[in-house]
């Protein structure tokens, strides 16, 4: 009766916490009026019409920019922050380079690497007009070239706040960081009020740090432009360019002009709008034209509902494109630019974005725009494995044999990246596992689904020459969620801890492979049909916002149908270990008592009296003590074999340091498995959860050995050579 | 000259199967005690646990990379390297690209070259005499040039230790890095490593063909001085730079064609049982024919070199008293060198 009443009231309890949640469909954000636009998928309260030139001789960007910024928090502010991300490479001192070295690597960046970005004029208006559209940053692309923004607005009332710019450092008072830009209003901007903000500046384009920067003639240009922070309900959020961490902003619609050479193939987020000077009506996309004389051509790209905008040019590029087509899926144009020694490769890149578009598409929601831009980048150029709206850089080997999982693996990752981080915009400098977590988990399921290559290479003769282990195959569970990494880092850091905390060394295990561990553990608890609801309800309500971790676990207890954050103050709000284990196991002849032939759970000390040892044995009492050797609690099961075939499950919530359980049986034990089925796969011990009557360990270690020793033998033959 | 040397080098080879059963056994006895360790180490690790089930039927990799984690010393170098061709390409990589072995396999290493130096001295008499020494007659052979191949060795061993710690940082390491930093096409700089590694693999083989010849030199002509018999390595190699570097171009690519064929044959993990000991059987012809190149390589040379030096005044000057130096026996007429 009291288990009845218990279950009862668990039920009511579930289901009154199904109702509250699901009565606010949309829970509320960090900005007050983050709803989208009419017509829009977006708030768009952050959009940017600029104008940049590549110089190629200089190695260096001069633009100009406007921002229509919309105050979309709840309070008034009288100031503006932007990120001037290149400034990390500006100096030594800087917070980024400071946490290089606390990373281990110590070595200065050579005379010619340095990047930088100075903004030599800011000023701020409020734009007359009230009719929507957006003075020069238009709502539809336009194929005419705009020359300059602001069209049809009059050129009065801007307020010059050039002197008035000063650095600052929220995270952690460096004044030799210059990666936060901070500027004082002489008004105050009130919420849903929209202000204009013209910049100009010139940048340093870097040698390759952080996935930006140049390689001889190969660009690939992020985090490039004076870019707003995200002004929440709390406050601005504008965080320092971190070593660890990445990037966090508004939605919004970006019409951009890039400048270059006229050799240049250029890619870039969003899609083509026109080319200037325009190429011949019969120039069909793709194809690189050169019929002109002019030394620099201007590519116009468009963007609506982004939050960010990369680009990339180089004289190299193959650039193919290819449809996207499933039924009940949007289509979307594939392009990819492809290093010439990649050619050939097409077909994986192009199979792995569209696995990716698929399955994502199919769990979470659709890819909701229709072009998708794939860059594969140069040799030496550090830029592979990068998430960009609507453009990502893959990564790909001169020698890549077709068995081992890459270029797919961070094809699928990245593409995935355009749901985990271009939709769902979370903030990757508080909680970078909200979208490299989530997505190395949803990557490492796609690989699995879509049945990509899966066998262990290893690299040599500095790392050129791939040799592929066929008798070692990837397993998504452990590989492609990265539990090697986890399990030597797990105490690294708490999850919860803000990531631009996070020790820099080991930050990388706690944000993407800790949450896929445990995402997956979700789903081997709950069922795939109910975490796969609790993701795709998740991407629906956060779209083209700004989730907290918060909103993440409200969303997983309201469809699970019950309230899992004991499973997250383990996984999320502790960096104690799981490892559950058998501490011991024995099966010994006794004679049984003819009531005795049942599975008890005793103490230690009655274990002696469960039997009466007086007379010929007839059975066999079989103990098994489990641990929880680890912090951390799981329920875990606990299945006991017999030699008959007999199996006994028992389900232990796992709370105790350990449980006993014996059993009087007519036949012997044969082995104990805790947690056969693996769920959680946090636990960093699995060897420690079994134990055998029959023991392999002799055979197996010997077959080992003498692999090891064949090695070892070569080895010595090898060093032979010297005498 | 360089295939009749080459020729006759293998048949040397061939000829003294005690040499080359004895080299394959010490090979073997010398990798076994740290394999039974390593044996250990993995039995204590999967203990009761049914993790060794799927070790044993075939790779378990969740198994073994939970054991890595927690592996040091020896255990580290438990790696899928082992496994077939890869524990091959592994140990060439590591040697050319300059990586440090754990403290455990250098002194097993250097265990097991301070006894090729000591055996040199016995292989080099056995071959170069072309006829049985008997044990005592080989073990006396090793004894008596081991002090002199030692002390040639620290030389060798000054010239290895510049050539890695010097010539490789700047070629392979400062030099690859300054020359490929900014380039952009991966062809580019695999050409660029494959060039550096020519230029130190020319190197280490120059370094390599001198002391060759110069422990043939210490043998065949009973020479007492290191120095003396570096020089006249370093004058024979000067005299007959065709032949020498022919005959060892032609050993190199028997080498490499044994290479190809293991590549093709070496067995993966499978399961234990019958196949486990086929699998291991094959492995070890493999180490048996990588110790007759070795071998190979020795005779030839050996055999280059007495059919080159066609003059009276190079053999030692004491009368044979056994163990004695082969030229003098063949002066004396002891035994018939063939060669011509």
């Given at each position: 009766?009291?288990?009845?009443?218990?279950?009862?009231?668990?039920?009511?309890a579930?289901?009154?916490?199904?109702?509250?949640v699901?009565?606010?469909?949309?829970?509320?954000?960090?900005?007050?009026f983050?709803?989208?636009?009419?017509?829009?998928r977006?708030?768009?309260n952050?959009?940017?019409?600029?104008?940049?030139t590549?110089?190629?001789?200089a190695?260096s960007?001069t633009?100009r920019?406007?921002?229509r910024?919309?105050n979309?928090?709840?309070?008034?502010?009288?100031?503006?922050q932007f990120?001037?991300?290149?400034?990390a490479?500006r100096?030594?001192?800087?917070t980024?380079?400071r946490?290089?070295?606390?990373?281990?690597?110590?070595?200065?960046?050579?005379a010619?690497?340095?990047?930088?970005i100075?903004?030599?004029?800011?000023?701020?208006?409020?734009?007359?007009r009230?009719d929507?559209?957006?003075?020069?940053?238009r709502t539809?692309p336009?194929f005419?070239?705009?020359?300059?923004?602001?069209?049809g607005?009059?050129?009065t009332?801007?307020?010059?706040?050039?002197?008035?710019?000063r650095?600052?450092?929220p995270?952690?008072?460096?004044?030799?960081?210059?990666?936060?830009?901070?500027?004082?209003?002489p008004?105050?901007?009130?919420?849903q009020?929209?202000?204009?903000?013209?910049?100009?500046?010139?940048?340093?384009?870097?040698?390759?740090?952080?996935?930006?920067?140049?390689?001889?003639?190969?660009?690939?240009i992020?985090?490039?432009f004076?870019k707003?922070?995200?002004?929440?309900d709390r406050?601005?959020?504008?965080?320092?360019?971190?070593?660890?961490?990445e990037?966090?902003?508004?939605?919004?619609?970006?019409?951009?002009?890039?400048?270059?050479?006229?050799?240049?193939?250029?890619?870039?987020?969003?899609?083509?709008?026109?080319?200037?000077?325009?190429?011949?009506?019969?120039?069909?996309?793709?194809?690189?034209?050169?019929?002109?004389?002019?030394p620099?051509?201007?590519?116009?790209?468009?963007?609506a509902?982004?939050?960010?905008?990369?680009?990339?040019?180089?004289?190299?590029f193959?650039?193919?494109?290819?449809?996207?087509?499933?039924p009940g899926?949007?289509?979307?144009e594939?392009r990819?630019?492809l290093?010439?020694?990649?050619?050939?490769?097409?077909?994986?890149?192009?199979?792995?974005?569209a696995?990716?578009?698929?399955?994502?598409?199919?769990?979470?929601?659709?890819y909701?725009?229709?072009?998708?831009?794939?860059?594969?980048p140069a040799?030496?150029?550090?830029s592979?494995g990068m998430?960009?709206?609507t453009?990502?850089?893959?990564?790909s080997?001169?020698?890549a044999?077709?068995r081992?999982?890459?270029p797919?693996?961070?094809?699928i990752?990245?593409?995935?990246?355009?749901?985990w981080y271009?939709?769902?915009?979370?903030?990757e400098?508080?909680?970078?596992?909200?979208?490299?977590?989530?997505?190395?988990?949803?990557?490492?399921r796609?690989?699995?689904e879509?049945g990509?290559?899966?066998?262990?290479a290893?690299?040599?003769?500095g790392?050129f020459i791939?040799?592929?282990?066929?008798?070692?195959?990837?397993s998504?569970?452990?590989?492609?969620?990265?539990l090697?990494?986890?399990?030597?880092?797990?105490?690294?850091?708490?999850?919860?801890?803000?990531t631009?905390r996070?020790?820099?060394?080991t930050?990388?295990?706690?944000t993407?492979?800790?949450t896929?561990?445990?995402?997956?553990?979700?789903e081997?608890?709950?069922?795939?049909?109910?975490l796969?609801?609790?993701?795709s309800?998740?991407?629906?309500r956060?779209?083209f916002?700004?989730?907290?971790p918060?909103d993440?676990?409200?969303?997983v207890?309201?469809?699970?149908?019950?309230?899992?954050?004991?499973f997250f103050?383990?996984?999320y709000?502790s960096?104690?270990?799981f490892?559950?284990?058998v501490?011991?196991?024995?099966s010994?002849?006794?004679r049984?008592?003819?009531?005795?032939?049942s599975?008890?759970?005793?103490?230690?000390?009655?274990?002696?009296?469960?039997s009466?040892?007086?007379?010929e044995?007839n059975?066999y009492?079989t103990?098994v003590?489990v641990r929880?050797?680890?912090?951390a609690v799981?329920?875990?099961?606990?299945?006991?074999?017999?030699r008959?075939?007999?199996?006994?499950?028992?389900?232990?919530?796992g709370?105790?340091?350990?449980?006993?359980?014996?059993?009087?049986r007519?036949?012997?034990?044969?082995s104990?498995e805790?947690?056969?089925?693996?769920?959680?796969?946090?636990?960093?011990?699995?060897?420690?959860n079994s134990?055998?009557?029959?023991?392999?360990a002799g055979?197996?270690?010997l077959?080992?050995?003498?692999?090891w020793?064949?090695?070892?033998?070569?080895?010595m033959l090898?060093?032979?050579?010297?005498? | 000259m360089?295939?009749?040397?080459?020729?006759?080098?293998?048949?040397?080879?061939f000829r003294?199967?005690?040499?080359?059963?004895?080299?394959?056994?010490?090979?073997l006895?010398?990798?076994?005690?740290?394999?039974?360790?390593?044996?250990?180490a993995?039995?204590?690790?999967?203990?009761?646990?049914?993790?060794?089930?799927?070790?044993?039927?075939?790779?378990n990799?969740d198994?073994w990379?939970e054991?890595?984690?927690q592996?040091?010393?020896?255990a580290?170098?438990?790696s899928?390297?082992?496994?077939?061709?890869?524990?091959?390409?592994?140990?060439?990589?590591?040697?050319?690209?300059?990586e440090?072995?754990?403290?455990?396999?250098?002194?097993a290493?250097?265990?097991?070259?301070?006894?090729?130096?000591f055996?040199?001295?016995?292989?080099?008499?056995?071959?170069?005499?072309q006829?049985?020494?008997?044990t005592?007659?080989?073990?006396g052979?090793?004894?008596?040039f081991?002090?002199?191949?030692?002390?040639?060795?620290?030389?060798?061993?000054?010239?290895?230790?510049?050539?890695?710690?010097?010539?490789?940082a700047?070629?392979?390491d400062?030099?690859?890095?300054r020359l490929?930093?900014?380039?952009?096409?991966?062809?580019?700089a695999?050409?660029?490593?494959?060039?550096?590694?020519?230029v130190?693999?020319?190197c280490?083989?120059?370094a390599?063909i001198?002391?060759?010849?110069?422990?043939?030199r210490?043998?065949?002509e009973?020479?007492?001085?290191a120095?003396?018999?570096?020089r006249?390595?370093?004058?024979?190699?000067?005299?007959?730079?065709?032949?020498?570097?022919g005959?060892?171009?032609?050993?190199?690519?028997?080498?490499?064609?044994?290479?190809?064929?293991?590549?093709?044959?070496?067995?993966?993990?499978g399961?234990?049982?019958?196949?486990?000991?086929?699998?291991?059987?094959?492995a070890?012809l493999?180490?048996?024919?990588?110790?007759?190149?070795?071998?190979?390589?020795?005779?030839?040379?050996t055999a280059?070199?007495?059919?080159?030096m066609?003059?009276?005044?190079?053999?030692?000057?004491?009368?044979?008293?056994?163990?004695e130096?082969?030229?003098?026996?063949?002066?004396?007429?002891?035994?018939?060198?063939?060669?011509?």
């Open positions: 009766m009291h288990g009845v009443m218990l279950r009862s009231k668990a039920a009511a579930a289901l009154l916490l199904v109702g509250l699901g009565v606010e469909a949309r829970q509320a954000g960090v900005q007050r983050d709803r989208p636009q009419p017509g829009a977006s708030p768009r952050a959009n940017y019409d600029i104008d940049v590549l110089d190629h001789a190695r960007l633009g920019e406007t921002i910024w919309r979309i928090s709840a309070n008034p502010t009288s100031e503006l990120h001037l991300y290149w400034n490479w100096n030594l001192d800087s980024w380079l946490e290089r070295r606390l990373a281990g690597d110590s070595t200065p960046p050579r010619d690497a340095w990047g930088s100075d903004v030599t004029r800011l000023r701020v208006r409020r734009p007359a009230t929507g559209s957006f003075g020069g940053i539809n336009s005419a070239v705009q020359t300059e923004g602001l069209n607005e009059s050129n009332g801007w307020i010059d706040l050039t002197s008035e710019q650095f600052l450092a995270d952690d008072g460096n004044a030799e960081d210059r990666t936060v830009m901070g500027v004082p209003l008004f105050a901007v009130q919420p009020e929209t202000l204009d903000v013209e910049l100009a500046w010139t940048g340093k384009i870097p040698r390759p740090f952080a996935r930006t920067g140049y390689v001889d003639d190969y660009y690939f992020a985090q490039w004076p707003l922070g995200v002004l929440e406050g601005w959020n504008t965080h320092q360019f971190h070593r660890v961490t990037f966090y902003s508004d939605y919004g619609v970006y019409d951009v002009r890039i400048t270059a050479p006229r050799e240049f193939v250029v890619g870039a987020t969003g899609c083509r709008a026109s080319l200037t000077p325009e190429p011949p009506v019969a120039c069909a996309e793709g194809i690189v034209w050169l019929g002109n004389n002019y620099q051509n201007t590519h116009r790209y468009w963007a509902d982004v939050h960010d905008f990369a680009w990339t040019a180089s004289t190299r193959i650039d193919v494109r290819r449809m996207f087509e499933h899926l949007p289509r979307v594939m990819l630019l290093q010439p020694e990649h050619a050939g490769q097409e077909t994986r890149h192009f199979d792995a974005t696995a990716t578009l698929r399955y994502y598409g199919e769990w979470f929601g659709p909701p725009y229709n072009h998708i831009t794939i860059v594969d040799f030496q150029s550090g592979g998430e960009y709206p453009l990502f850089t893959a990564g080997r001169l020698i044999p077709s081992v999982p890459q797919e693996s961070v094809t990752h990245e593409a995935g990246h355009q749901f271009g939709i769902v915009g979370s903030n400098f508080e909680h970078a596992w909200m979208d490299e977590g989530l997505n190395t988990f949803s990557t490492a796609v690989i699995d879509a990509s290559p899966d066998r262990l290893l690299r040599f003769f790392g791939p040799w592929v282990i066929e008798d070692v195959r990837l998504r569970a452990t590989d492609g969620n990265r090697t990494g986890y399990r030597d880092n797990a105490e690294a850091d708490v999850q919860a801890t803000p631009f996070y020790w820099p060394g930050a990388t295990f706690i993407y492979n800790k896929a561990l445990w995402l997956h553990t979700l081997r608890h709950l069922g795939w049909p109910v796969q609801r609790i993701m309800t998740y991407f629906d956060w779209k916002r700004h989730p907290q918060a993440f676990f409200a969303v207890s309201e469809v699970a149908g019950r309230d899992m954050s004991w103050d383990e996984a709000r960096s104690n270990v490892d559950y284990g501490q011991s196991f024995t010994t002849r006794v049984l008592k003819p009531d005795t032939t599975e008890v759970r005793l103490t230690p000390d009655a274990v002696q009296s469960a009466e040892g007086t007379k044995p059975g009492r103990v003590v929880r050797f680890g912090e799981f329920p875990v099961d606990v299945v006991t074999t017999f008959d075939g007999a199996r006994v499950t028992e389900r232990w919530d709370r105790d340091r350990r449980i006993i359980y014996t059993y009087n007519p036949s012997e034990g044969l104990v805790v947690d056969p089925e693996r769920v959680l796969l946090l636990d960093v011990n699995y060897t420690n134990a055998t009557l029959e023991l392999r055979d197996a270690s077959k080992w050995s003498l692999k020793l064949v090695w070892l033998q070569d080895l090898t060093y032979a050579f010297f005498v | 360089t295939v009749p040397a080459w020729r006759d080098g293998l048949r040397r080879v003294a199967p005690a040499v080359v059963a004895g080299v394959f056994a010490f090979t006895f010398a990798a076994l005690p740290l394999a039974l360790a390593l044996r250990g993995l039995e204590a690790h999967m203990g009761r646990s049914l993790m060794a089930d799927a070790a044993a039927e075939a790779v990799y198994w990379q054991f890595a984690s592996a040091s010393g020896l580290t170098t438990f899928p390297a082992i496994v077939g061709f890869a524990a091959t390409l592994d140990n060439l990589s590591s040697v050319l690209d300059a440090p072995e754990v403290l455990p396999i250098t002194a290493l250097a265990a097991y070259l301070v006894a090729w130096t055996l040199s001295g016995g292989i080099l008499d056995r071959l170069a005499r006829r049985p020494t008997r005592f007659g080989f073990f052979a090793s004894g008596v081991f002090w002199r191949f030692l002390r040639l060795s620290v030389i060798a061993g000054l010239v290895y230790w510049f050539l890695f710690s010097y010539v490789h700047w070629l392979l400062e030099g690859f890095r490929t930093r900014d380039v952009a096409v991966e062809r580019d695999f050409l660029w490593r494959i060039a550096l590694y020519m130190f693999g020319a280490l083989v120059a390599n001198t002391f060759d010849y110069a422990r043939i210490l043998v065949v009973d020479r007492r001085s120095l003396g018999a570096l006249a390595a370093l004058r024979f190699v000067g005299r007959h730079p065709r032949t020498v570097i005959l060892y171009a032609l050993n190199a690519l028997v080498f490499f064609v044994l290479l190809g064929v293991w590549s093709l044959v070496a067995p993966g993990a399961p234990v049982g019958g196949l486990m000991w086929v699998g291991f059987a094959v070890q493999y180490v048996l024919a990588r110790i007759v190149v070795k071998l190979q390589f020795i005779a030839s040379q280059l070199f007495q059919a080159s066609a003059h009276a005044a190079y053999t030692a000057a004491p009368a044979p008293v056994w163990p130096s082969p030229a003098v026996e063949a002066i004396a007429g002891v035994s018939s060198t063939t060669l011509r």
